[in-house]
């Protein structure tokens, strides 16, 4: 069944009004899909990650509607969300790197997490010794205290942590971003392997690098601006990419596999908006190239092909 | 761990040292002589007083050339021998502190342990609670600004003078020989109450302060954020930030322990406790400089080891330091 979201508008509260950082989100993650959410710095990306699991002030909820499996997730409540957390949404947050507790030893820490979920640590343990060997950690890590592992070694743990209990959705932030690329890779392949062997089934995984996407994302979806854009298979948003926004990205990617990151997005004339005060319909409107009328109306998050959607009136 | 202790013993060991040769160099380069002063005092005839000047002049062996004194005080130091008070004489130095020493530990200890235990609970629950933060934050701030001497001139005005509650003067009552009796323990107590009090709240604020502002830094520390996000429960995201906000109290212990022994000093002659501050003040009214050496020693050589005691503690119970991760 996947995730569903509906509609989900998430505005940050600040003292000079609301910041429109997700706007009318409406997509779907299907079981298995390892989806990549790509877009321009402050698009809104880790808004939409941590609204799903993790939605707190300034973050205020608006509107829509989020589903796993069917079932409702109750994002805008911080109390009864603690029951989808972990256990059945999880995060790896971009800090992963510092995410543990410098004082603490690794097992225990863990002991502590699962004990508040009301998991039995030794009971769990022949699993998480599996997954440590997965990840070529040593057993060891569980009596150390985070300061003895390295940055890498330290996002490995994080990363066998959060997927612990085979989350239904997995939300990997910016994961890569710190990384030299042969550690890139490696980590990329664990979230393959990761949704192989049916830790998680899910997966959206946040990045700004296109490159990345293209070795391990089922499908991409771009924003701007807080809104979508276009979500389509990571071949045909690479081969055909139909949004203006999403084909300026492209065209402006140096040939693929080769390492790019926020310089290519200056390729694209103008400025990103501001999401204080957002320009009403199609936010891309003051630097697309082919922007007419229609477009000071919100254009609609259609299914032009199958598993193809575009949010664009020339599509339309 | 083994090298951070031992870098740390070699620097205290290091202060040591040149503390204890300024404190020898204090009563020799002030102006006056003691054996002056104290002959003076007892308004001899002038034949008589030059010669028990000369007497004492040998005994404190002020004729012997500077490096030898130097060489003899350190030699009489590691006998634990502070010399002859002059105010006193013939008592030993080291005999008279000997008699203080119960009193500042009696005020002392009391006030560090519990306004540190209570600070750090107070100001836990502050970064919790809004109504607490609203209340107890600035008042801890007028507590802690405010100074020892201060503080203690107010209670001793206030419950001493005005209020008539408490007695404002000595460890215990004058018609009261010390022994060990309910009686004499409840009326040490109430002797007691003022001078400990005025500390343990000075103290208590800077304790109180330091652990709100720590513990709301370390509740959005990325571990404090990860764990929530996974759904830990506010008790377990607490108990790792009250912990880990501990251990710069710890640091904040040893680094205000100068200020603290300066502040009960302060106390102690405010509410003429006889401790070691009192001493001080008696010494330096009789001009008996062997015992304000004394003092100082005694003091110098508490507050090393009380900052070594806690650089052990520190170092037991973080494992960064345990580990040898971080240099400090
Ligand atoms: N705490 C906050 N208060 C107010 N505005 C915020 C806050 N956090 C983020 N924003 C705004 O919301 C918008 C979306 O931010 P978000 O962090 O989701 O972007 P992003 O796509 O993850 O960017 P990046 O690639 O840099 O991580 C940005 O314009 C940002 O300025
Ligand atoms: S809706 Fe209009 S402005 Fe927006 S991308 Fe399409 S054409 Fe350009
Ligand atoms: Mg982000």
Redesign the interface.
């Known amino acids: 069944m996947g995730l569903r979201v509906e509609n989900l508008r998430v505005y940050y509260r600040t003292l000079s009004g609301y910041v429109r950082a997700l706007e009318g989100a409406t997509f779907a993650v299907s079981d298995g899909e390892i989806m990549g959410l790509a877009g321009e710095s402050g698009c809104g990306k880790t808004t939409l990650g ?1 609204s799903l ?2 939605l ?1 002030p300034p973050m205020t909820y608006m509107e829509g509607r989020v589903l796993l499996d069917g079932q409702e997730v109750p994002i805008w409540d911080m109390k009864r ?7 059945r949404i ?2 790896i ?1 971009q ?1 992963a790197m ?8 690794i097992g225990r820490m863990i002991a ?2 699962l004990a ?2 009301g998991v039995d640590f030794r009971e769990i343990l022949p699993e998480l010794k599996r997954r440590l060997d997965l990840v070529q950690l040593s057993h060891e890590v569980l009596n150390m ?1 985070p ?2 592992l390295s940055g890498g070694m330290r996002q490995r743990v ?1 990363m066998v ?2 997927t612990l209990l085979n989350p239904a959705l997995l939300i990997a932030d910016e994961i890569t971003s710190a990384l030299d690329v042969s550690t890139q890779r490696a980590v990329c392949e664990m979230i393959v392997e990761f949704r192989n062997r049916g830790f998680v089934r899910s997966t959206i995984f946040i990045t700004h690098d296109m490159s990345i996407l293209y070795q391990i994302a089922d499908t991409i979806m771009v924003m701007y601006a807080g809104q979508l854009v276009e979500k389509a298979p990571t071949e045909v948003i690479l081969r055909s990419p139909h949004h203006p926004y999403t084909r300026m990205l492209i065209a402006s990617l140096p040939r693929v596999g080769v390492r790019h990151r926020q310089e290519r997005l200056q390729g694209i004339p103008g400025a990103p908006p501001r999401l204080l005060d957002p320009l009403p319909g199609c936010r891309f409107r003051d630097r697309c190239p082919v922007a007419f009328a229609r477009c000071a109306e919100v254009p609609p998050f259609v299914e032009i092909e199958p598993g193809h959607f575009v949010a664009c009136w020339q599509e339309i | 761990m083994g090298r951070y202790l031992g870098r740390k013993l070699a620097i205290y060991l290091l202060t040591f040292f040149f503390a204890v040769t300024i404190d020898w160099l204090i009563p020799r380069l002030m102006p006056g002589n003691p054996v002056d002063t104290m002959v003076a005092r007892m308004a001899l005839r002038a034949d008589v007083a030059e010669v028990l000047r000369s007497y004492y002049i040998r005994a404190f062996q002020l004729d012997l050339p500077l490096w030898q004194q130097y060489l003899n005080f350190w030699i009489a130091l590691s006998r634990g021998d502070l010399g002859i008070s002059t105010w006193l004489f013939p008592q030993p130095v080291i005999a008279i502190i000997y008699r203080a020493v119960p009193y500042d530990l009696l005020l002392l200890l009391p006030a560090i342990l519990l306004s540190w235990i209570a600070g750090n609970q107070a100001g836990a629950m502050a970064a919790r609670v809004r109504w607490l933060d609203n209340t107890l934050l600035p008042l801890s701030y007028i507590l802690t600004a405010t100074p020892y001497m201060w503080l203690a001139l107010l209670l001793a005005w206030a419950l001493g003078h005005v209020a008539g509650l408490f007695p404002i003067a000595g460890a215990y009552s004058f018609n009261i020989r010390p022994h060990l009796s309910w009686l004499f323990i409840r009326d040490l107590l109430w002797h007691w109450f003022l001078p400990f009090t005025s500390l343990f709240l000075v103290m208590f604020g800077g304790w109180a302060i330091g652990m709100r502002n720590m513990i709301i830094y370390e509740l959005e ?3 404090s ?9 506010q008790r ?1 995201i607490r108990k ?1 930030a009250f ?2 906000a501990m ?1 710069p109290q710890i640091t904040g212990l040893a680094l205000q322990l100068g200020a603290i022994v300066a502040g009960t000093l302060a106390t102690e002659i405010v509410f003429a406790y006889p401790g070691t501050g009192y001493l001080i003040l008696q010494a330096v009214q009789n001009q008996d400089y062997f015992l304000l050496q004394g003092c100082f020693l005694f003091i110098i050589t508490g507050v090393l080891l009380a900052n070594f005691t806690i650089d052990i503690i520190y170092a037991l119970v ?3 330091t345990r ?1 040898g ?1 971080t240099g400090e």
Do not use: Q, W
């Open positions: 941590h699991i993790y707190k969300m603690s029951e989808f957390r972990f256990r999880s995060l947050p800090y510092n995410a543990l507790n410098p004082t603490r030893k502590d997490l508040a979920h205290y300061i003895e994080v942590i959060s | 520390a990325d571990y954020r990860y764990l929530e996000a996974l759904g830990a429960p377990l790792y912990r880990n251990l973080d494992p960064r580990l991760m």
